[in-house]
């Protein structure tokens, strides 16, 4: 099994961008943090981080045909970009939305997500170990026993 694992605008500011909010840990916490798990599941992953929008549907496009599953956490993109939906739409690998923090309970609009329409799951609020839970659900949603 291969995920991919995508991380859009402003998560490489992890620990530095409103810690009250997503924490005090650094963006390499949760690389390796993820990096950890998945070699406990045996299974192959790639972490992407962009502050760029074409540059991460560039990203989703060369997954066709190389990876499983992709969790992807859009970042204010969610809100905003058709571009990441449809590209998601043209590769047809499950994927699934996760928010460090619980968007629902945050400003009305980071409640619409785009990208959701496409997402076999959305996981929100649960920290870094939304990313895990992502990687548990695709693993059963793909039928890989890990």
Not at 6 to 16: A, E, S, T, W, Y
Not at 26 to 34: E, F, K, M, R, W
Not at 118 to 141: N, P, Q
């Amino acid at each position: 099994m291969k995920i991919l694992i995508i991380n859009g605008p402003n998560l490489n500011m992890l620990g530095i961008r409103e810690p009250e909010i997503y924490g005090k840990e650094t963006y390499g916490d949760l690389v390796s943090y993820v990096s950890d798990f998945r070699r406990k599941k045996n299974i192959d992953m790639k972490a992407f981080q962009s502050n760029h929008e074409g540059v991460i549907v560039d990203e989703i496009q060369s997954a066709y045909g190389t990876f499983n599953g992709i969790v992807i956490n859009p970042g204010a993109y969610t809100h905003t970009s058709i571009a990441i939906l449809d590209a998601l739409k043209a590769v047809g690998i499950p994927a699934v939305e996760v928010h460090i923090s619980d968007i629902e309970s945050r400003e009305e609009f980071r409640r619409i997500s785009y990208i959701r329409q496409y997402c076999v799951k959305t996981i929100s609020g649960h920290g870094f170990a939304g990313y895990t839970e992502a990687i548990d659900f695709l693993l059963r949603y793909c039928g890989y026993e890990a």
